[in-house]
């Protein structure tokens, strides 16, 4: 008999994009001003601080070094105002004049956030900011480390990529350290990142001969510490022949924002949105124009949410510069913090652990969002969202069981960590049943293949429950029974197996005894409700199949289960 992956059925389960509660707001003159533009906001980890860039303000910080090495910054001498509209000409590609006027002016501030305002505004000085041009764009994955366009080095030398500095709260920072992308190749110094918050993924905006015009979006992920790898093209669902820039990946990883002046927006460029379909980050659904009044017939660019997701902070033209506002977003339940699931992945023959991966990822998610590869066949990982996850191994070969995971539970149960451990059964050896003519027949009419036998559908129900140590059906079980009845009369040529599974404590015999007589239970039920005794079978399996350990009451519980296997639909 072939082992199928069960399923376990959540019921009224529902998940939603991030919505908009009321209009955006546009942020205090402290940080907006009339005469220049302010982008690129950003958020610290803590919430408390937002940082943003300043474009041609004459305050900018004036230091760089020159030729003979010496950091100088008088912005009065005619001398360093000529070197500096040098090297600004040398940056853009033509002629600048005015540096202090010029769009390579930018400078990077940040405001201090409380729940009741927005001020306390700090320019930061050298090394963290330059004469040159400079930007933050991401948090990293540690605290107080941020990363910033251009790469600097003590020389004085600037060149094209990334940089990560940690800053304190005063806004001092070390000379900010180069970032590694393998093949960083592009044919415009105009870039963009994002950084998902574990540090494993880069989103890139820039424009590369491999693209498909100006600047189009790439992934790179995380190699070894401060290494990424070469940058891969994330398709034309998500790229076009115009511009996407400014990306940004949602606190869960599951969304993509970002801007484009593709043709279907409502101004010049519009902020999007698109679902992440896979662990790829490569399979995308069709970007969507994002809602809530933020999108205008002017630009909007940007996007950047709080840790938390309480706010949608962007920058529009609207008003005349670039300004950044801010929009609050309808709250959704959280987990008080990061809960863990950590396993074994088994051989279900040899009983040992295996060399394998893991697909996991939230429930309501059509495909997996998260892989592992596990060597020793044993795996850790974080639950941060407040709806159930789904967990499937997979090995050339073998069956795999998938199960689901709800941290809502291990929550209000105080459990922090949850021990796991999911089964792989190696297929049978299908070449060996062949007979020497049924192999000649193969070579003979290579079209016809001996597939596997369809996989069949199991539903595991947690939620079927009994009085304990009997085969008493309780009255809290109604729901998932009329789940049943309703399918099995809605489709009556539907046949089914029951499997009834128990945790370990007892006699064995004992025990697949039980879990017997409560698969007859549910075949009782159903009979008693109109459906032919026919078209089900009952099994009675004990604590053979233990999904989880059964070393702690909460594992117990959950092997203490009903397994309903579709046999003919």
């Not at 306390?120 to 400079?134: F, I, K, Q, R, S």
């Not at 902020?271 to 970007?287: A, D, F, H, Q, T």
């Not at 124009?289 to 660019?301: I, R």
């Amino acid at each position: 008999m072939y082992y199928v992956p069960p399923i376990i059925l959540c019921i009224g389960l529902s998940f939603s994009l991030l919505s908009a509660q009321g209009d955006p707001e546009k942020l205090p003159s402290c940080v907006n001003t009339d005469a220049y533009d302010e982008t690129t906001p950003v958020l610290s980890r803590n919430g408390d601080k937002l940082f943003f860039t300043r474009t041609a303000d004459p305050g900018f910080e004036p230091s760089y070094i020159n030729q003979e090495g010496a950091i100088t910054s008088n912005k009065q001498d005619a001398l360093y105002l000529g070197n500096l509209a040098m090297i600004y000409s040398q940056i853009a590609g033509k002629k600048i004049t005015d540096p202090s006027a010029s769009v390579y002016n930018q400078d990077i501030w940040f405001a201090k956030i409380t729940p009741d305002s927005i001020g306390g505004v700090v320019h930061p000085g050298y090394p963290l900011n330059n004469a040159l041009p400079n930007s933050l764009v991401s948090v990293s994955s540690l605290p107080d480390e941020y990363i910033l366009v251009n790469q600097f080095y003590d020389d004085g030398s600037m060149y094209s990529g990334f940089s990560k500095a940690t800053i304190d709260d005063q806004g001092r920072s070390k000379m900010p350290q180069p970032l590694y992308i393998y093949q960083f190749d592009l044919t415009s110094s105009d870039v963009d990142l994002t950084m998902t918050p574990d540090g494993h993924i880069l989103v890139i905006s820039m424009q590369r001969s491999d693209g498909k015009g100006l600047k189009d979006m790439y992934v790179s992920f995380y190699i070894r510490e401060n290494v990424w790898s070469s940058p891969m093209h994330m398709g034309s669902v998500l790229n076009t022949s115009f511009q996407e820039t400014s990306p940004h990946i949602s606190p869960d990883k599951r969304f993509l924002y970002f801007s484009s002046n593709r043709p279907g927006g409502i101004g010049g460029s519009d902020i999007y949105v698109s679902e992440r379909l896979n662990y790829s980050w490569l399979k995308w659904s069709e970007p969507k124009l994002l809602n809530g009044n933020v999108n205008t017939v002017s630009d909007e660019s940007q996007p950047y949410f709080n840790a938390d997701a309480t706010y949608l902070y962007f920058t529009s033209r609207r008003d005349g510069t670039s300004d950044i506002f801010r929009q609050l977003q309808t709250p959704r339940p959280k987990l008080k913090k990061p809960l863990y699931v950590r396993g074994k992945i088994i051989d279900s023959e040899t009983g040992l652990p295996v060399h394998s991966e893991l697909l996991w990822g939230q429930h309501s998610a059509d495909g997996f969002l998260e892989y592992f590869n596990t060597y020793t066949g044993e795996f850790e990982v974080s639950l941060t969202e407040y709806e159930p996850y789904k967990f499937q191994p997979r090995k050339a070969n073998h069956y795999a069981q998938r199960i689901l995971v709800d941290p809502r539970g291990m929550e209000s149960q105080g459990i922090d960590t949850l021990d796991l451990i999911l089964y792989l059964e190696p297929k049978p050896n299908r070449e060996a049943n062949i007979t020497d003519a049924e192999k000649k027949h193969i070579r003979q009419n290579p079209v016809e293949k001996y597939d596997d036998a369809p996989r069949k559908e199991t539903i595991t129900f947690y939620d079927i429950n009994f009085v304990k140590g009997k085969s008493i059906i309780l009255v809290k079980s109604r729901g998932a029974l009329k789940y049943v009845l309703d399918r099995m009369t809605d489709q009556p040529t539907m046949e089914i197996l029951i499997e009834g599974h128990t945790d370990n404590v007892g006699d064995e015999a004992a025990l697949i005894d039980l879990s017997l007589h409560r698969a007859e239970a549910i075949r009782d039920y159903l009979v008693f409700k109109g459906i032919s005794a026919d078209r089900i079978q009952v099994a009675g399996r004990g604590a053979s199949r233990a999904l989880f350990q059964n070393s702690t009451e909460s594992g117990r519980e959950k092997n203490r289960r009903v397994e309903i296997t579709v046999i003919k639909s």
